[in-house]
């Protein structure tokens, strides 16, 4: 981006280059496309340390995310999806999707439920893919917001989508809890996903396609969708918003374990605790670490060209999810899928988390690091120290010192203030005094400078002559 200034009476920086800006802000990529531009330093200045504060604040968009509490078996029975994706379609050279898109906003809300035609489909889809995972979980019900936003611009377009699931699951606990037998939780459901068009039917929209975003095209602009179809950009506006393999393909080893030991009391007997106190664990992935690696922003593209070029690209974040379970939680495997073994206490090995003893290991190794460190500088320093002592200016102890007045030498003028000089009878220093410093009343004058005499006084009163006159 360049820029020059104007030199007028309101100085002006004018940006020359057209520049895309991409936000997120609540869970949604906001881009703005700003061609030539004069503003004022001031706005310029405050656009700028709004913008920041505004970056600073914001949500991330996550791709996928998942929370479970399943503190209680009421809780755990409905789990919670949400699922965003943004697509962006770019029209720089113009064209039929640019005079579509330019300028449009558009939004569409669906709510459903059990009772909306076409739920059903939705239902048998989750299923299968649970199936297909080896989970023991069935769904029975579910609920669903489905909400697609669309925000036309000069060159570029985008849709914000997101869908949120509440599914009600049955089968997730394999095995209650007995004395010396941990209680197993089946999380294989985790990763479910589905790439089918799922269409509801709602007395507001008619009949409404919500998992894969070029249906949003094909209901509500169906020029886009002509120009999209049998392109590289159909194949990536299929891929279906229900998609949380990421976070199934996660092993929990790899997630971030933390315990709280003060426990709970309430609601745990369906799980064979008895009602007897229990510590609480938590899995949380979604962080980048030494155990999941670096999380990455999921981008796909596409270009294709109709009557124009166009380019379409899908953004959307990395997954996270935390899972929250009564009792001290242990992931295991049992044929050949992913299950978690509950105690109602911890083992005696309970300060060690999914990484071992790696937090407890780094803790007090950084403290004897820590330790080391300090005693090495401390060394160091006192060694430079006592190396450098005999250069150090200390001064003259006070002791071999002693007041004497101000030297008169200004003209005899003697200020309140005194001086210090050596208590010793070296001669030296008298050899030095000053002049001025001699007890004298009137003071003295160099050797061989004559001595003005006062001359006597004339008693005529008609005058004298000069001293040494003669008459010529």
């Given at each position: 981006?360049?820029?020059?200034?104007?030199?007028?009476?309101?100085?002006?920086?004018?940006?020359?280059?057209?520049?895309?800006?991409?936000?997120?802000?609540?869970?949604?990529?906001?881009?703005?496309?700003?061609?030539?531009?004069?503003?004022?330093?001031?706005?310029?200045?405050?656009?700028?340390?709004?913008?920041?504060?505004?970056?600073?604040?914001?949500?991330?968009?996550?791709?996928?995310?998942?929370?479970?509490?399943?503190?209680?078996?009421?809780?755990?029975?409905?789990?919670?999806?949400?699922?965003?994706?943004?697509?962006?379609?770019?029209?720089?050279?113009?064209?039929?999707?640019?005079?579509?898109?330019?300028?449009?906003?558009?939004?569409?809300?669906?709510?459903?439920?059990?009772?909306?035609?076409?739920?059903?489909?939705?239902?048998?889809?989750?299923?299968?893919?649970?199936?297909?995972?080896?989970?023991?979980?069935?769904?029975?019900?579910?609920?669903?917001?489905?909400?697609?936003?669309?925000?036309?611009?000069?060159?570029?377009?985008?849709?914000?989508?997101?869908?949120?699931?509440?599914?009600?699951?049955?089968?997730?606990?394999?095995?209650?809890?007995?004395?010396?037998?941990?209680a197993l939780f089946d999380v294989a459901w985790r990763g479910i996903q589905t790439n089918a068009p799922i269409t509801l039917t709602t007395q507001e929209h008619g009949e409404i396609e919500i998992n894969q975003p070029l249906s949003f095209f094909k209901k509500y602009y169906p020029t886009v969708a002509a120009q999209i179809a049998g392109t590289e950009g159909e194949s990536v506006l299929t891929m279906g918003l229900i998609d949380a393999s990421g976070i199934g393909n996660q092993p929990l080893t790899n997630w971030h374990f933390l315990f709280d030991p003060t426990g709970i009391a309430a609601e745990t007997g369906k799980y064979g605790f008895s009602g007897d106190k229990v510590v609480v664990s938590s899995f949380t992935m979604g962080e980048s670490s030494f155990r999941e690696g670096q999380v990455r922003e999921k981008e796909v593209h596409a270009s294709f060209t109709k009557d124009a070029a166009y380019s379409v690209r899908t953004v959307q974040s990395g997954d996270s999810a935390n899972i929250f379970l009564a009792g001290y939680a242990s992931p295991d495997r049992l044929q050949d899928h992913e299950v978690v073994g509950v105690s109602a206490t911890a083992p005696t090995s309970a300060a060690q988390t999914s990484t071992g003893s790696f937090p407890v290991f780094i803790i007090y190794g950084m403290a004897g690091m820590a330790a080391a460190g300090a005693g090495g500088f401390f060394f160091w320093s006192n060694k430079k120290a006592k190396r450098e002592s005999e250069y150090i200016q200390t001064g003259i102890d006070p002791k071999y010192l002693r007041g004497v007045d101000t030297s008169e030498a200004s003209g005899g003028y003697k200020t309140n203030r005194g001086e210090a000089e050596l208590a010793t009878d070296d001669q030296g220093y008298k050899q030095h005094q000053s002049v001025y410093d001699q007890q004298s009343p009137r003071g003295s004058l160099p050797k061989d400078t004559e001595t003005k005499r006062d001359e006597p006084k004339s008693d005529s009163t008609r005058g004298s002559m000069p001293k040494g006159w003669k008459p010529s």
């Open positions: 981006m360049f820029f020059h200034e104007k030199q007028n009476h309101n100085t002006e920086l004018c940006f020359l280059k057209n520049f895309l800006a991409i936000f997120i802000i609540q869970g949604r990529f906001i881009t703005a496309t700003i061609g030539s531009l004069c503003v004022k330093k001031g706005a310029a200045l405050f656009t700028v340390t709004v913008s920041l504060l505004i970056m600073s604040v914001v949500s991330p968009a996550y791709a996928a995310q998942l929370n479970w509490d399943a503190k209680t078996f009421e809780n755990a029975q409905m789990p919670k999806f949400t699922f965003q994706r943004t697509v962006f379609i770019e029209y720089k050279q113009g064209g039929a999707i640019a005079d579509a898109l330019r300028g449009q906003e558009y939004s569409v809300t669906v709510v459903a439920d059990s009772n909306t035609p076409g739920i059903q489909e939705l239902l048998d889809e989750l299923n299968l893919s649970l199936s297909r995972a080896q989970s023991s979980t069935h769904i029975t019900d579910i609920k669903i917001e489905y909400r697609a936003s669309l925000y036309g611009r000069g060159d570029n377009a985008s849709v914000d989508y997101r869908v949120i699931l509440t599914p009600t699951i049955e089968g997730f606990l394999i095995r209650e809890y007995s004395q010396g037998t941990p």
